[in-house]
């Protein structure tokens, strides 16, 4: 029986989320209001208190969602030879994620409370990058990996803004000078 109601509640949840960052995408994160929220989920706001306490709470798990996510396509398909291409041609894992994101890290330059959200995430992030190239490259050094780490999250995230506006240099060109980017981060000194 708790199965089902475990089910029922997380089905509910996906429902809530799945609104949540439709009005998040169309409005914003402050013009987004729960009653906005209750109405494109079909439920009414006292609904959605009971699956979450607050509008930080539906946040804190959008994010965590969006993470675990992108932790999972460190595995499965963002391995590093492909960052080159990925920077140079403004590839995505996900767009609407990174509008969100783009939309939450506004907030967390105002609310503590989001911005400790993003320090959380952005650590498991960092954490599963470094485990992931350590298991790549286990001659070089802790410190030159978690440098390359950083080096490497400034390039991705940086491209996600720079997909907002036209590409103003030709791919193939990029492509190459992150290549030798890439390389020469994961080169012993």
């Known amino acids: 029986m708790s199965t089902k109601i475990d089910e029922r509640k997380k089905h509910r949840q996906d429902e809530i989320i799945a609104a949540v960052r439709r009005c998040f995408r169309i ?6 209001s729960m009653s906005q929220i209750a109405a494109e989920a079909r439920l009414s706001v006292g609904q959605i ?7 930080e709470a539906i946040i804190e798990e959008m994010i965590r969602r969006i993470i675990d996510h992108r932790i999972a396509s460190l595995d499965d398909k963002m391995q590093t030879s492909m960052m080159p291409k990925m920077l140079a041609w403004r ?3 996900n767009s609407e994620d990174d509008a969100l ?18 320090a959380e995430a952005d650590s498991r ?3 599963k990058a470094f485990s992931h190239l350590k298991a790549q490259y ?11 780490v950083e080096v490497m999250a400034v390039m991705m995230e940086g491209s996600t803004y720079r997909r907002l506006t036209p590409q103003k240099v030709d ?3 990029l492509e190459m000078l992150y290549q ?8 012993p000194d």
């Open 27 to 32: 409005s914003g994160f402050h013009a987004a």
């Open 101 to 118: 994101l783009l939309e939450m890290s506004a907030e967390a330059s105002r609310n503590p409370r989001v911005a400790a959200m993003f």
């Open 138 to 148: 286990s001659e070089l050094s802790d410190t030159r990996l978690r440098c390359a």
């Open 49 to 55: 208190y009971r699956y979450f306490s607050n509008k």
């Open 180 to 187: 030798g980017i890439v390389e020469r981060l994961l080169q």
């Open 91 to 93: 590839q995505t894992l």
């Open 171 to 173: 791919p193939e060109d």
């Open 125 to 127: 992030m960092f954490n």
